[in-house]
Nanobody, 120 residues
Framework: QVQLMESGGGLVQAGGSLRLSCAAS????????MGWYRQAPGKQRELVAT???????NYADSVKGRFTISRDNAKNTVYLQMNSLKPEDTAVYYC??????????????WGQGTQVTVSS
């Protein structure tokens, strides 16, 4: 059993910052890609940022220069530092990871989501 547990969401004023964390636990052999996605009310889920096990990163154009994704491989944890937040960043943020479990089977896992609300 593999689980992703997110934390760090909340309410912040425009221009403020938040840091999201997501820790993977369970029968994990290795983790390749990890990332963050978000879904605003009435909209489709969209990619925010991803990072590979080697440290390569990819960002949505809407967050480039404001958000930073990082990971601690020893802790199986990925972070999303969000600065200069805008009301349009309001959404439920989901952590995702491509994980090989202890049986060497690959699967994509998702966290339960954490709400980020940015007030104007």
């Amino acid at each position: 059993q593999v689980q992703l547990m997110e934390s760090g969401g909340g309410l912040v004023q425009a221009g403020g910052s938040l840091r999201l964390s997501c820790a993977a636990s369970g029968r994990i052999f290795s983790i390749s890609a990890m990332g963050w996605y978000r879904q605003a009310p009435g909209k489709q889920r969209e990619l925010v940022a991803t990072t590979t096990s080697g440290g390569s990163t990819n960002y949505a154009d809407s967050v480039k220069g404001r958000f930073t994704i990082s990971r601690d491989n020893a802790k199986n944890t990925v972070y999303l530092q969000m600065n200069s937040l805008k009301p349009e960043d309001t959404a439920v943020y989901y952590c995702a990871a491509e994980i090989f479990n202890s049986d060497y089977r690959r699967a994509d896992y998702w966290g339960q989501g954490t709400q980020v609300t940015v007030s104007s």
